[in-house]
């Protein structure tokens, strides 16, 4: 990521949410700060400013340590709980980002049943790693009672004031942790939607993503930046299950309001995003990047126009099989006899299923692929 922002010379960074693992943290002091933050991100190329928002993972312990942060850390904005920010690029271009935060939006969150609270509920009690109810790491889980102080109400009239108020010209970037159509509370969705927007950023899904809802508009899962979908990590399927990916047609809640969602592009690979203007400022690209630096999806947003997703690449190499005893990366994972890679690809599902997961597969959106063999021991 360092490399890339030198490369494109990164005015400032946005950071999607769960900032700091299991529950946030319990002061501006906090070890995780450096830890997390501070000592991995210290290239110079990244000495820019970060505009962050809150995860549901925040709200385990001190949620106004993340927000007093800037008064050590100048580079760390998080003006409030939502709060908006107009960037200039240029003295006629101007971008009018919105920053809202979804968790207290979300309904099962607020429930006063702990199976839906994450963390610090009933399938995950604590905010230890080794999930030991005897543990409480730093200090017990707050999760529900911090989560309740939030008006999702309150902050959805600020969010319809701060849109309505967005010049006309202004490109238009909002901001959340969730998947917009997660925040079931009130309907944030057609809000958004109602105004118009140019991009939408969220995290809390761990994996790169396109999307859309009720069949348009540029939404961007930008949350790979640890603990991917992948068989290795955190034991696999407990990790599996935290880091899943949304299925496509209803939104991952039972009240949606109605709104669809639908994966244009997904990767199960540790990486982030980077956006980029044209020459004019008439056009803003956002390039997916992996861990090693490889642009693997890309797509383009004309201001005020739905974006224009770049086709996805044969594919090419050979037709990998679960029962083969190794692959190359990049070939194509196929179903059992089956041998042309043209049409022989498992389904997403099939890819990410237990025998996708023999010889590591990854969706990228069209085709199920063999991705980097890991190193047995």
């Not at 207290?104 to 030991?132: A, F, I, K």
């Not at 400022?281 to 490889?294: A, E, H, R």
């Not at 086709?311 to 990998?320: F, H």
Request: proline share 5%; glycine share 8%; charged share 15%.
């Amino acid at each position: 990521m360092a490399a890339h922002a030198s490369t494109i010379n990164a005015q400032f960074l946005v950071n999607t949410g769960d900032n700091f693992y299991w529950c946030g943290i319990q002061n501006t002091s906090d070890f995780q700060v450096a830890t997390d933050w501070l000592n991995p991100y210290n290239d110079a190329s990244l000495d820019i400013p970060w505009y962050g928002v809150l995860g549901n993972h925040e709200y385990g312990y001190n949620v106004s340590a993340q927000i007093d942060l800037s008064t050590l850390h100048p580079n760390w904005i998080m003006d409030d709980h939502y709060y908006t920010k107009r960037i200039t690029v240029t003295d006629s271009v101007h971008i009018s980002m919105v920053f809202i935060d979804t968790s207290p939006c979300v309904s099962e969150y607020r429930s006063s049943s702990s199976s839906g609270w994450d963390p610090c509920g009933s399938q995950y009690p604590t905010c230890s790693l080794t999930n030991d109810p005897s543990d409480d790491f730093e200090g017990p889980c707050k999760f529900h009672e911090n989560i309740i102080s939030q008006d999702c109400s309150t902050q959805f009239t600020w969010f319809k004031e701060q849109l309505s108020s967005i010049p006309s010209d202004d490109w238009v970037i909002v901001v959340g942790h969730h998947p917009i159509d997660e925040c079931d509370v009130e309907d944030l969705t057609s809000a958004l939607q109602d105004h118009g927007f140019d991009l939408y950023l969220n995290g809390h899904a761990h994996t790169l993503t396109q999307y859309t809802v009720d069949g348009t508009g540029a939404y961007v899962t930008t949350g790979a930046g640890s603990l991917v979908n992948t068989a290795d990590q955190l034991g696999g399927t407990a990790a599996r299950n935290l880091t899943k990916a949304k299925v496509e047609g209803a939104a991952h809640l039972d009240t949606n309001y109605g709104h669809s969602y639908k994966t244009i592009w997904n990767q199960k690979v540790a990486g982030f995003t980077a956006h980029s203007f044209n020459d004019d400022y008439t056009q803003l690209t956002t390039d997916y990047i992996d861990y090693s630096g490889n642009v693997v999806h890309s797509f383009t947003v004309t201001k005020g126009s739905s974006p224009s997703p770049s086709p996805s690449p044969s594919p090419t190499g050979s037709c990998c099989h679960y029962s083969d005893s190794s692959c190359n990366e990049g070939d194509v994972c196929c179903k059992s006899n089956c041998d042309d890679p043209s049409t022989c690809s498992y389904t997403e599902y099939g890819c990410t299923g237990s025998y996708g997961q023999v010889h590591n597969c990854q969706w990228d959106g069209s085709t199920c692929k063999v991705g980097p063999q890991r190193n047995e021991l």
